[in-house]
């Protein structure tokens, strides 16, 4: 139902303050607690939002996982390199790619989701979700210049 209230998720990554090159991990896994919130018919991520203190307006992919990427080690500020089998627990991809700059900061959403329609199965015993913020340019930012929220609603 439109009407429903929708959950914000978010997380922090915390930020090297030397220059990220594009395809880097912008800090280190990213994990969205959803034990506070579950829906038997399931759910899904309604919107994303990625705020900037810095203004860097800097692309930025949110790759999302549904389970755990535990074979993968996530490096701030390095190449990011997806083991094999953390691949196929992509549930989808957010690119950052539309600014709104206000005096000295900016918010980012994406102007579409790629992958699945962000469905989620909460019947189960799904916890959280994961996700790694990727560099696709070559900001600079202080530790914690940057957040990611998601909004969920569920069935």
């Known amino acids: 139902m439109m009407n429903e209230p929708v959950k914000i998720l978010s997380a922090t990554p915390t930020l090297d303050t030397n220059a990220y090159a594009a395809g880097d991990c912008m800090g280190t896994k990213l994990t969205f607690d959803l034990t506070s919130w579950r829906d038997d018919r399931g759910g899904w991520v309604q919107w994303a939002v990625l705020t900037d203190l810095a203004k860097q307006n800097a692309v930025a992919d949110l790759v999302l996982f549904g389970s755990d990427p535990s074979a993968t080690t ?3 500020n390095a190449a990011m390199d ?3 089998a953390d691949l196929v627990k992509i549930i989808g991809v957010i690119k950052f790619d539309q600014y709104t700059s206000f005096n000295d900061n900016s918010i980012a959403q994406p102007t579409i989701f790629y992958g699945p329609a962000f469905s989620l ?4 015993s799904v916890l959280a979700l994961y996700g790694i913020l990727v560099s696709r340019g070559a900001p600079t930012y202080a530790a914690a210049d940057l957040t990611v929220r998601l909004g969920l609603r569920g069935g």
């Open 74 to 76: 996530f490096t701030d």
């Open 82 to 84: 997806i083991a094999d």
């Open 121 to 124: 199965d909460l019947k189960g």
